[in-house]
């Protein structure tokens, strides 16, 4: 099947395209240079073509997903949908249920998603829920930062085991990158404590989160991962953290980027900066510090970030941070589930009220705008909101929109933004206003190429697979400044999408929900000998402490019905 | 004669994946590791009759062997034609089973239910009042220093729960048992009361007054009465100490708890008392699921339909109200005019109620032995028995998911292809109707 899409304004920051009027060639699910005479067209006049959306970091799948989604039927009636032709019907606003996810990603012109946090010893979970998450392409991070194996062989020095030893979870979960969170503290929490800082060891394994990340970024270049370590720093949330936070940007920093596949230039990628940037030394005197860690940001080129931006909604939280949950559930009295998992990590669910006309949650909305907008090179910014823990993902238009409207900022501040926002920060003096090519950057460009992806995704060249989105706003008439809600509105209900060439949202409709995505995972081998060992030594410590049989823990290849293997080094 | 290894016990929510069988004629003989119930679940030994062919009952009203294309046919003419079809069950069969269950019940616009409705309903209705601080078996195994059975006698319904998580020698509890404090909280003397340390021996129905009497004594209050629900204050005030004093507490939690008066009530309390030990300790808790993958179920329809049961499709979309939606309300009501088990007996556990309406309904029964529930069902589609006969996904008690093997063969179609099957064959009845 052959198509053309005729005429549209196309934003490409990957092959430097700026709203140049010009026709995308798509053939057999790629992007092709021309096609022929029989292509099918598709008048894209007065519209914005760019490439599918790609979401570094969301929690849509698994675990701690479920229980957001079981625990909270008030968040469930909120927001229900009757099934689109073909389709599944649905629940949830902070945590829609899978088929919703899908399609609602679809609806936006998203066609590529990671699951952010997944515990190993659950990875089949994540897994199915995939199986029932429509249209988008896939993978999900298995975490790494207080796995019991990887502290004792980065303690004991012991680098090409701590490796073999990533090589083979990534295997056996069939998971993409090495996520870590607040390393040494979930392993805390096991013990009801958390660590403070990257020098403050946890107990009984006494490594210390900086010796944790550093080990980490090693094995991550060792191996050649497609994506640098996926960092959520120690400290998340409170007053004074900024410091931990450019500490832990600190320690990766020298290391050689090595990635087998795509081109990423960053040996780490921070998550959720906005939730990393306050200082002061309590709820009372806190105070931005964004412009500090965007200072760092412009001067260091081994770091990506994304922001994870308060929408001001009611949300569900969920982290593997088990004691920041748990101290959220001590501030704001709402339900606390918690799962701990046995050798690898932990988890909180908690519900969150980012209410406007409350103090913090407005500052919190304007640290993560001045990161945005202090960060020069939008090269180095992902579009997050930690979906759902700052907000949900359906609120990127919203975000969108923000950043192209100083008028929507102000609008919003000048109503009912409390006003810790303007003054305890700088973002009432900020004027920038991202452009388009920028969006497409933060939106595509930079996720697809710090996942290591860029290959095929974030960009419309020959090759790439033809994810496209058409959003109904015309550049040349439309200013998105002014006309902020249009803007929302176009790009909530894209006009097009096409998924590998497929059409899969007709004027913000969902057509195709049956249609599945690929599952990307990491298949890499360093060194044989080495593996062989530590996977015999795995084995044995799995009969002692795991409460699962060795065999029964890798997922098997039945899950994942349209595998895609990445490869890091194989040897 | 063949040994398997890794093999999943398909009986209690326990869910030990260490199981050996004997294979003998593409036959479990023998197995090794599991309970005694685990044992006779491999072998076929509780005398119970398996179906060997679809069944239809006549207009005598005898059961009359088919196959399954007339059987299906039938079932699926009878789910097409009712107005408010009611899908019930699921707790012993796999996730993807599981999966297709609810497409049916929301192409059908049925409600759905599973057996938590009559066993762990109220601890849903608790985690969602005030939330679900879990964690996994290995953590109970490698740091839990007190644990604490509520309302539940692990001994006769979870046989190895005890050895594998409170005797087993842990990471951080070399000696094993020796290493916990085991508490039992239970009206009655049990085999599992005798083997803890401290047995708190509730009355009948107090429940929240003990809890109750707990927290406030964590919470520096004293307690004015001597004794509260039976017990004597000092040995309330014992117990109160030894859970703030844990270094990883863990609370188990079953029936006894759940179904004495105050229910979901009991369950709240209980969640919250955990919630506020973590100002002293780090504790935890988990329900005991009874059959092997009821979790797996609630986990499937929360992720599909955004709630875990009770699940109402009759306006298109998902809705949600125990008490109106859940399956006993519904027959009860006599608002439902078909029904579809599966995987489960209610014509053994509902009440007569119940049952007095699903005897002047169609039902259809997704079953593998001659039970209840069978002998009051119109259509019997025996499938193969997931986890000797096929395979699938089943969510232990405390949500980790394993893979169900299958260790011999079967003529009969699995759960997942009757469903399937049925699914396909309603989608025809109804566009040819519209
Ligand atoms: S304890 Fe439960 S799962 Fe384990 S063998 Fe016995 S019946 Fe099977
Ligand atoms: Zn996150």
Known sequence: MEHIIKNGFVYDPLNEVDGEKMDICIKDGKIVDSVSADANVIDATGKIVMPGGVDPHAHVAGAKVNVGRMYRPEDSKKDVEAAATGGRAGSGFSVPSTFMTGQRYAQMGYTTVMEAAMPPLLARHTHEEFHDTPIIDHAAFPLFGNNWFVMEYLKEGDVDGCAAYASWLLKATKGYTIKIVNPGGTEAWAWGGNVHGIHDPSPYFDIEAAEIIKGLAQVNEMLGLPHP??????????????????????????????????????????????????????????????????????????????????????????????????????????????????????????????????????????????????????????????????????????????????????????????????????IATIDREYSFLEIAQVTRATPAKVLGLSDTKGHLGAGADADVAIYNFNPEIQNPSADYRALEAAFQHASLVLKDGIPVVKEGVVVNPTLRGRTYWVDTMLDETVYNEVVADVEKQFKQFYSVNFANYPVQDSYLPHSTPVKGVIQ | MELVKNVVCPFCGTLCDDIICKVENDEIVGTINACRIGHSKFVHAEGAMRWKKPQIRDENGELVETTYDDAIEKAAQVLAASKRPLMYGWSCTECEAQAVGVDLAEQTKAIVDNTA??????????????????????????????????????????????????????????????????????????DSSKLA??????????????????????????????EVAGIPREEIMEAVEALKNAQFGILFFGMGITHSRGKHRNIDTAIMMVQDLNNFAKFTLIPMRGHYNVTGFNQVATWESGYPYCIDFATGIPRYNPGETGANDVLQNKETDAMMVIASDPGAHFPQKSLRRMAEIPVIAIEPHRTPTTELADIILPPAIVGMETDGTAYRMEGVPIRMRKVVDSDLLSDREILQRLLKRVMEIKTASK
Request: proline content about 5%.
């Open chain 2, 197 to 226: 340390d401290i047995h708190l021996q509730v009355g009948y129905n107090q429940d929240y007054e003990l809890l109750d009497a707990m927290r406030a004594a964590m919470m520096g209050h004293e307690i004015l009465y001597d």
């Open chain 1, 229 to 426: 370590i996926h960092l959520h720093c120690n400290d998340l949330g409170h007053p004074g953290n900024y410091e931990t936070t450019l500490a832990s940007f600190d320690v990766p920093k020298g290391i050689k980027v090595n990635a087998k596949t795509g081109s990423r230039d960053a040996v780490l990628y921070a998550t959720h900066v906005q939730f990393h940037s306050y200082g002061g030394t309590s709820w009372r005197d806190v105070v931005s510090e964004a412009p500090t860690i965007a200072n760092y940001v412009n001067k260091n080129d081994h770091i990506v970030m994304d922001i994870g931006q308060v929408t001001l909604d009611e949300t569900t939280t969920m982290t593997a941070d088990g004691p920041m949950e748990f101290d959220l559930h001590s501030l704001n009295g709402l339900k606390w589930a918690n799962c701990d998992v046995e050798l690898e990590t932990g988890s909180g669910v908690v519900p969150f009220i980012y209410a406007a006309r409350a103090p913090v949650p407005a500052l919190q909305w304007a640290v993560g705008m001045e990161l945005f907008l202090l960060t020069e090179d939008a090269k180095k910014v992902c579009l997050t909101t930690d979906s759902p823990n700052a907000g949900p993902f359906t609120r990127y238009p919203r975000v969108i929109s923000w950043l192209m409207s100083n008028r929507a900022r102000t609008d919003l501040m000048e109503g009912e933004l409390h006003k810790w926002a303007q003054r305890k920060s700088s």
């Open chain 2, 117 to 190: 409705s009559v066993c762990h309903g109220p601890s849903v209705l608790a985690l969602q009042d005030v939330g679900y601080p879990i964690c996994t078996f290995g953590e109970v195994k490698n740091r839990a220093d007190v644990v604490v059975y509520w309302g539940c006698n692990p001994m006769h319904a979870h046989p190895r729960h005890l050895s594998r998580h409170v005797f087993a020698r842990g990471f951080f509890r070399e000696r094993g048992r020796s290493d916990r404090t085991l508490i039992v909280v239970d009206p009655r003397e049990s």
